[in-house]
């Protein structure tokens, strides 16, 4: 039996006992919501444990998987579509995969069994911690890959039940295997070569040291890229106050190019340090890391993107290129870098995107996790990193002397609120009362766009607030009026909200990211116009000008 799916909605709400589904979007574009909690299965609304579906699966039209389940499908995959994307979401094919590209983007994954279709990846994902994610259960049957479009936040697994050894060729941009078996033909995107890239591609928001990083040792220090497999560094058993002699089981490399078009913290600027910014010798000279690299503070760890304070802590601007490192020691542990206090590294997922010296490996162990294997907590807490922020901020005055003083940003409580119809329409408040904003809208629009200034509240109060969400405003109550009667618009409170709408624990009020889509149903048809009321809880502040973190020149000491 056969079931043909040609609407957007949830695939757990699907019943069906078919063996063969069909998407097809061909009609209009159409977007399920995966909202299935359960591995390596699906089924009928159920979001627990169910058996493993035996369904083939065609994809037609303009077709999007999203969500925050995972799907997987047993057999085998036909992609007859124009645009099938899995976007945001985990998706498994254990058949083959073939016929036209899948586009894996905005933190999606894709893993295979045997794939024959073209990957291109798409957007990044906007949560630094995640990638687009390709894996390849069975490349030995999967021929040669086309992938494209490359980047330094996505990643490729080449799976086949071993250890495998995987470079890149000296022919092209091309991956081998161990045996010189050409295992994909790899484009990147725009400004990256293969030379930027590990096997399975780069990224630039790892944690990690640059080079000239002196690491403590037994024997003393020494630079973290001559750190190698069998070294011992120093760690500091922080519950016992002592240090500890621990031995690298693990180093790697890896290079970054900044994408300047991103935020200060996600663009890949390294963070740099002054001599003596913490305390007296602490660093004993300029310390550079990236800007998720964390530093150790009264037991816990402190990531350096929020203490950047612009004077003696700044995301330095001047290198747009750099090589990293990573050293592991057996244990998730705190290491001395330049006179500080830091962290080893912890395999959180991103192993894969690092060099080492020699023939480059498929490390397959399972990933770690902070609440389980870190050395330390990982403090991020307004209330624990506040004060240190301003601690470094008021010893910054007297250290960095040869620095001019952070800018204040402009700020605007006025949020500039406006809708933008389905037609294109710009439509300005008829009238603003206290946290009520009403609009006329025209006959015949079915939802609207609720647009406003957005902002960071790491940018707009402080690096050390943990949250790195734009946002727009807060929305409470909705009412259309129309032909006499009033409606309760009430999508953007639902748990499954439309685009432009963050999630949130609240029942009565949702945040816009600055741009979000509000349905207004049919209500608006036959001639019929009408009032939109809407009760606006909080507006921001927001930067007056999109600045980034660093407002100023600073020298290199």
């Known amino acids: ?125 906007s949560d630094s911690s995640t990638y687009n994610t390709l894996i390849v259960n069975n490349y030995a049957a999967s021929g040669t890959l086309t992938i494209n479009n490359l980047s330094p936040r996505d990643q490729i697994v080449f799976s086949n039940g071993q ?75 922080w519950q016992h106050n002592k240090n500890v002699a621990r031995t690298v089981v693990w180093a790697g490399k890896a290079h970054a190019h900044v994408q300047a078009d991103l935020a200060d913290d996600e663009a890949g600027w390294p963070v740099r340090i002054l001599e003596n910014a913490i305390a007296p010798g602490v660093p004993y000279k300029d310390m550079l890391v990236t800007a998720e690299h964390c530093l150790f503070f009264n037991g816990k760890f402190v990531p350096a993107r929020m203490l950047v304070n612009g004077v003696s802590i700044f995301y330095d601007k001047s290198i747009t290129s750099y090589d990293y490192y990573h050293v592991e020691t057996e244990q998730h542990s705190v290491i001395t870098a330049d006179g500080v206090q830091t962290e080893s590294y912890l395999d959180t997922g991103n192993r894969s995107t690092f060099r080492q010296l020699g023939k480059v490996v498929a490390l397959r162990g399972k990933a770690k996790s902070w609440a389980h294997d870190a050395g330390a907590p990982l403090g991020v807490e307004r209330a624990f990193v506040e004060p240190l922020f301003y601690a470094l901020s008021a010893r910054a005055r007297k250290i960095a002397s040869h620095a001019v ?129 809407m009760t606006i809880q909080q507006a921001g502040p927001y930067l007056v000008e999109d600045q980034k973190a660093a407002n100023l020149n600073l020298l290199s000491a």
């Open 163 to 237: 250890t495998t050894s995987l470079s890149w060729s000296d022919n092209g941009n091309e991956i081998v295997d161990q045996n010189g078996d050409v295992l994909a033909n790899v484009t990147f995107a725009d400004g990256y070569t293969k030379d930027d890239y590990s096997f399975n591609g780069d990224t630039v928001t790892v944690t990690c040291f640059l080079a000239g990083s002196m690491i403590r040792t037994p024997e003393g220090e020494k630079a973290v890229e001559n750190i190698q497999l069998g070294d011992d560094v120093l760690t500091f058993d």
């Open 405 to 533: 003083c952070a800018q204040t940003a402009k700020t605007t409580t006025d949020p500039d609120l406006h809708l933008v119809t389905n037609t294109g329409a710009i439509v300005r408040p008829l009238r603003k009362e206290t946290k009520k904003y009403s609009f006329m809208l025209p006959s015949g629009t079915q939802f609207v766009r609720v647009v406003s200034r957005a902002s960071r509240p790491a940018d707009v109060i402080g690096p050390f607030v943990d949250d790195r969400r734009y946002m727009g405003v807060a929305v409470m109550d909705v009412r259309l009026f129309c032909a006499t009667l009033a409606h309760d618009i009430t999508a953007h409170l639902q748990a499954e909200k439309p685009a432009g709408w963050h999630a949130s624990d609240w029942a009565d009020c949702a945040w816009t990211n600055g741009d979000a889509v509000l349905p207004l149903g049919d209500y608006l048809t036959n001639g019929n116009m009408g009032i939109l009321s």
């Open 1 to 125: 039996m056969a079931v043909t799916i040609n609407s957007s909605g949830n695939w757990g709400d699907l019943a069906t006992d078919s063996t063969d589904i069909i998407l097809d979007g061909t009609a209009s574009p159409i977007t399920l919501n995966i909202i299935v909690k359960n591995y390596g299965s699906w089924t009928e609304g159920d979001t627990e444990n169910s058996d493993f579906h035996d369904v083939t699966m065609t994809v037609k039209g303009d077709v999007t998987l999203t969500g925050d389940g995972y799907l997987s499908i047993n057999n085998n995959l036909t992609n007859d579509a124009t645009s099938f994307t899995v976007e945001s979401t985990n998706f498994s094919v254990n058949g083959t995969l073939s016929g036209n590209t899948v586009t894996i983007a905005n933190g999606g994954s894709l893993s295979v069994g045997t794939l024959t279709a073209p990957v291109t990846f798409g957007a990044s994902p």
